[in-house]
């Protein structure tokens, strides 16, 4: 049994470290944006009249998200998901530029999906659903379900972005 989730896992080891790895990188990005929208709602002209984030606020909270999530998942990507990519400083600033822009794009493609898809759960009049856990109330809002849907979406498509552009094997 053993021997056979070793097999596994060496198997699958490329997979399983990138989606541990998206783990801790959304879960880092994801608190970093909230920090963000729960500071910037302290600023009259970030938050709206019903005392959320507004628009700007929400575009603030995605970039401080990518920049925190660039970060994590650069670096545990080249060190530990990626290894046989091409090293040397050379490469590791040109996989930095790559791995970036290939960011920002998906950047774009998160801002689009989360803004899109607050106003689809807005105009169908969701309602926050409230859920009492142990030391504090998480609020199930369109932001929250946004972020979510959003990072599964930027989540997969860095996976096939870094394999396949930016963390291609060395040729031999």
Known sequence: MIEKIKNLYQKYKEIILYLLFGVIT??????????????????DFLRGVDGEPNEL??????????????LVAFF???KWVFTDAEKGKGATLRQLITFSGARVATLFVEIVINL??????????YKPISLNLVVFTLALTSR?????????VVVV????????????????
Not at 26 to 43: M, P
Not at 116 to 125: E, K, P, Q
Not at 144 to 152: E, F, I, R, Y
């Open 116 to 125: 899109g898809t607050i106003a689809l759960f807005d105009l169908a009049g």
């Open 157 to 172: 498509s860095n996976y096939f972005i870094s394999k396949l552009i930016v963390f291609k094997k060395k040729d031999k």
């Open 26 to 43: 959304t879960v880092v990005s994801l608190a970093c944006c909230f920090i963000t929208l729960k500071v910037g709602v302290l600023f």
């Open 144 to 152: 929250l379900w946004a972020k979510v849907v959003s990072s599964v």
């Open 76 to 78: 545990t990507n080249k």
């Open 57 to 70: 606020l929400d575009i603030i909270g995605s970039i401080v998200q990518w920049v925190s999530g660039v």
